[in-house]
């Protein structure tokens, strides 16, 4: 719609309203791609009712009747809305198809036929469409006026007579400007004033008793107009505009129209409030995630692309502490933790170790108890880093060297473990010699390693088979629990489960070696017999909150989901009771529970299609999910 | 730790440069019997702009989806590797002559830096009673150059091409530890997946080096220029299984560009391809438990963006990346 074409008084020329009445008439269901196909349904389809309407239209464009024209659109759409019921595809493809025969298919193939398929999936997308468009050409003219400002989100109150007059005026005026040729100097065309009329002409912006309101969009686009230097005078031509304003306040009030006011305004709060809701939405993700980007960026000083070595990898390096320690002035911690592991309650054991390592950061006792008791306790993470602690009192630590093992191979950390094995065997006075040298000197040197990388699979594997061979008649149960994790480490998960069942021969009350059979059998998928060895751990050991995680696999595997999610709760309101066992004041159980039962959980959430549940995993939320599950505390 | 990626498609791609990045520890491989120009990919302009119809699982997570991969996008836009990875940023319009819910878009409207209407002026530009419009700046991604740079990343950090034919996904049980399937189309015959509808797409890639902006009209039309050339297009036949070039459909599309921009009358044809979309609703970015002979095999699938593919990729893969990492951290713990 061009500012030349209205202003200009041409005889007969396209009146700007005219297009709208195209708009009401354009039948939906035969929306045709682009320009050319678009124009043909229109005339091929609504010939007669493009002629009736057309016949009672006053040609000039100064002497058109707003009311009569109204009507013309209110009957016109009446009959549409009927029409657009009906989506019919064109007849000629089911008389074809009718016909059978091979020749439908080369007609399939035909001109007609492809535009008739493509109007039928163009239906498809407009069927996203259709509503807006259906439900605002539904009723009655002023909506098509009304959808034509679509950018104007605010105040539907008083939409039509003031709407389509100021808009005439806002024509009239800048008209006359044009024919009195005060308007035809460059620069006022350019002016924000003219800007400011065509926009009000064109109904993106909406007087409205004086007030100049704009949508959201139109807010920006102001602004930006604003910024610029003729803002100013913008303000100033208000002023003339609210006169003319008023006196075309008092022009015809139909009834019916307030109606679809009501109607309308209702669909527009909706809208706008949809529209906030999802700029809100927006506008703070896309906040957060650029401080989402901005932290890494900073915290990242490195192309991630270029990374220590593998090999050497450890994440674990420094133990974070769980703040807000609630045991931290208690005197004898220490023992207090002993007494909670030997009941068995692992969770309530990890905070005294925490609190009693705070007091006393130099004893190598307190920091190896706590890394065995974080590794039972599912906090892998944290065992790692309180062991390695150990470790730098005192490297020749055999337990502490195993444990270490273990939890490597829990993080699938394959090298660390096997270099973890390769140090306790050296530190075995039974077999430190069927050591090589070349292991040990890999070991002393990382730096100079990146030739020889780390200690080898399967020679470790030749290394402690060497030594199992060396005492045939016993079964040294380390050996075999360190095989049993070499195993573990290569798949051979059978071989594995031989170790560690002949570990438990030698050690039945060891609930951590039935654990390991049972996690061995597991990754062998021999699930039944692994629920057994877990439950003979769990019965020694009932705080072991690893083996009951280890019960919530076995049910994944399983399929059974609901009851996994079920055991995984119960461990992790076992880890967030345990302040409470203590008998001290709760400050953020959150910190006790461990990310693994966390991370599992949330798997199997979205492994039961539960994605609503969701932000409860996100916020830790244990009181929604217990409810959900119907878990209660004892 | 074994990870293989199935699929070499722009989603698979992003998705193993992804998992390198997240997984140190990891083996990364991407197995595919399709690479580069034989992919659907290919034949996408690559410009970002989801419609309103993409979805996810729910709407908070779609516009996840849609916010990470702007910034993946926008910060690769920004590095000095752009040109060579075929990113770039590009603005244009999008005109309407019947409904303004078209020239607006739920999903970008916040994440590009400009989304406005268009002036009563720029209506104008093109022929053709334009009622409605909108200008935005957004980003265009050339998968002609994107995904070669993409898999030589890829081979630089480590990871491993395959190519390979696969009956059953079930196949590569005990060779992984995870598989991730990126396998769009093919996806439909090996997870058996009736959900997935092909929309065919056709488009003619012409030399016009002096469009500078693209022009989408009422959705079906569009003229987007590449690194390389400008694609004009397009169509979008639903459940459609032709990848023959239609002399029609390229008649039809020739016919609506030269309208919306006449100075592409005359102008030399590079190629014509045609591509099949594959869609899905919604977008299937879930990890399952494949039951094999040897256990359950874990299979986090990345299929169905349909005619998004190539604006969504990155945020998909992030999300399922997310997915993969759950599962490897899920193991029975000795």
């Known amino acids: 719609m061009s500012f030349k074409d209205l202003v200009e008084p041409e005889c007969g020329g396209a009146n700007p309203l005219m297009n709208l009445g195209r708009v009401v008439r354009r039948d939906v269901a035969f929306q045709d791609e682009g320009l050319a196909g678009g124009r043909s349904s229109f005339a091929g389809g609504d010939r007669e009712l493009v002629n009736e309407f057309m016949g009672q239209i006053a040609p000039a464009p100064q002497s058109f009747r707003m009311d009569v024209l109204l009507k013309e659109m209110r009957e016109i759409d009446a009959q549409n809305f009927h029409r657009q019921q009906q989506i019919v595809p064109g007849p000629a493809v089911i008389d074809t198809v009718a016909s059978g025969g091979t020749a439908w298919v080369e007609q399939f193939h035909s001109e007609a036929a492809q535009a008739r398929a493509e109007s039928k999936l163009s239906s498809v997308w407009s069927q996203s469409h259709l509503t807006p468009i259906q439900g605002a050409v539904n009723v009655g003219p002023n909506n098509i006026l009304y959808t034509k400002d679509f950018f104007d989100v605010h105040d539907p109150t008083s939409m039509e007579p003031e709407g389509t007059s100021i808009r005439q005026a806002a024509g009239e005026m800048l008209a006359e400007g044009y024919a009195a040729r005060t308007l035809n100097n460059e620069r ?120 220590e070595f593998s090999d050497y990898y450890d994440p674990y390096k420094e133990y974070k502490f769980d703040e807000e320690n609630p045991m931290q002035d208690i005197e004898n911690a220490f023992a207090k933790g002993k007494a909670f592991l030997a009941q068995g309650d692992i969770p309530s054991a990890v905070l005294c170790f925490e609190a009693a390592v705070k007091h006393d950061p130099e004893n190598p006792e307190i920091w190896e108890l706590l890394g065995f008791s974080q590794a039972e306790n599912e906090k892998d993470p944290n065992a790692i880093a309180a062991l390695n602690k150990a470790l730098s009192f005192n490297p020749n630590n055999a337990p502490v060297l195993m444990a270490l093992a273990v939890s490597y191979t829990n993080e699938s950390m394959q090298n660390q473990a096997l270099r973890m094995l390769v140090r306790w065997m050296k530190c075995n006075g039974k077999y430190e010699a069927l050591v090589p040298p070349e292991m040990v000197q890999v070991q002393e040197s990382p730096l100079a390693s990146s030739l020889m990388g780390g200690p080898n699979l399967q020679q470790v594997q030749e290394l402690f088979i060497k030594a199992v061979q060396q005492s045939p008649n016993e079964i040294d149960a380390d050996i075999q629990e360190a095989l049993g994790v070499l195993f573990n480490l290569s798949s051979e998960y059978d071989k594995a489960v031989d170790c560690f069942q002949a570990a438990v021969q030698v050690r039945p009350d060891s609930s951590k070696a039935w654990n390991r059979l049972g996690a061995s059998l597991a990754n ?102 217990n409810r959900e599950f119907s878990i209660t505390n004892e | 730790m074994k990870v293989c990626v199935v699929g070499a498609g722009v989603v698979g791609l992003t998705t193993a440069l992804e998992l390198q990045r997240e997984l140190r520890n990891a083996n990364v491989t991407v197995l595919a019997d399709r690479f580069e120009q034989d992919t659907c990919s290919d034949v996408a302009a690559g410009l970002f702009r989801p419609s309103s119809s993409f979805s996810g699982p729910t709407e908070e997570i779609t516009r996840k989806w849609i916010s990470d991969a702007y910034s993946y996008w926008d910060e690769l836009r920004k590095t000095e590797h752009s040109a060579r990875a075929g990113v770039c940023q590009l603005s244009g319009y999008i005109f309407s002559s019947r409904d303004p819910a078209i020239v607006r878009n739920y999903y970008i409207e916040k994440v590009v830096p400009l989304y406005r209407a268009a002036t009563e002026q720029e209506l104008g530009l093109c022929p053709g009673e334009w009622k409605y419009g909108s200008f935005f700046t957004t980003i265009l991604t050339e998968c002609r150059r994107f995904q070669p740079w993409a898999a030589d990343r890829f081979l630089e950090n480590g990871g491993q091409i395959v190519t390979e034919s696969l009956e059953s996904l079930r196949e590569l049980q005990g060779r992984y530890d995870v598989v991730v399937n990126c396998t769009g189309l093919a996806a439909k015959r090996l997870c058996n997946d009736q959900k997935l509808v092909p929309i065919r797409g056709q488009i003619i890639k012409v030399r016009a080096p002096w469009v500078k902006t693209f022009f989408y009209a009422d959705f079906d039309t569009y003229i987007i220029p590449g690194f390389e050339g400008v694609s004009l297009g397009g169509c979008r036949n639903y459940d459609s299984y032709n990848t023959d070039v239609s002399p029609h459909d390229s008649s039809a599309i020739r016919e609506r560009c030269e309208a919306l921009l006449p100075s592409l009358r005359g102008s030399q044809v590079i190629r014509e391809s045609v591509g099949l979309r594959p869609h899905r609703d919604p977008v299937r970015v879930e990890l399952e438990l494949l039951p094999t002979a040897n256990g359950n095999l874990r299979v986090v699938h990345n299929y169905g963006h349909g005619g998004y593919g190539v604006t969504t990729a990155p945020g998909t893969a992030k999300y399922a990346t997310q997915l993969v990492k759950d599962a490897l951290k899920s193991n029975s713990k000795l």
């Open chain 1, 188 to 307: 006022m065309n350019q002016s924000e004033f003219i800007r400011f009329m065509s926009n009000v002409r064109a109904g993106n912006i909406r007087i409205h008793g004086g007030q100049v309101s704009s949508s959201v969009w139109e807010n920006r686009f102001d602004e930006l107009e604003a910024s610029s230097s003729k803002g100013k005078e913008e303000q100033l031509q208000q002023k003339p505009t609210e006169a003319d304003v008023q006196q075309l306040q008092k022009e015809k009030d139909e009834e019916e129209q307030r109606v679809d006011d009501d109607w309308a305004k209702a669909f527009e709060a909706d809208k706008r409030e949809q529209d906030e809701a999802s700029d809100n939405y927006n506008k703070q993700f896309w906040e957060r995630l650029q401080d989402e980007w901005r932290t890494l960026s900073e915290s990242e000083g490195q192309h991630p692309w270029l990374s």
């Open chain 1, 524 to 625: 062998g998928n021999r699930s039944v017999e692994a629920v057994e060895a877990y439950q003979r751990a769990l019965s020694i050991q009932p705080g072991f909150i690893r083996a009951r995680y280890n019960v919530g696999i076995i049910c994944i595997n399983l399929k059974a989901y609901k009851e996994a999610a079920e055991h995984l709760l119960t461990a992790l309101n076992h880890q967030a009771t345990s302040i409470a066992r203590s008998g001290l004041n709760v400050s953020s159980p959150a910190n006790q529970m461990s990310t693994t039962i966390w991370t599992t959980l949330r798997m199997v959430l979205s492994l039961m299609n539960r994605q609503d549940l969701q932000p409860a995993i996100d916020n830790r939320d244990l009181e929604t999910l």
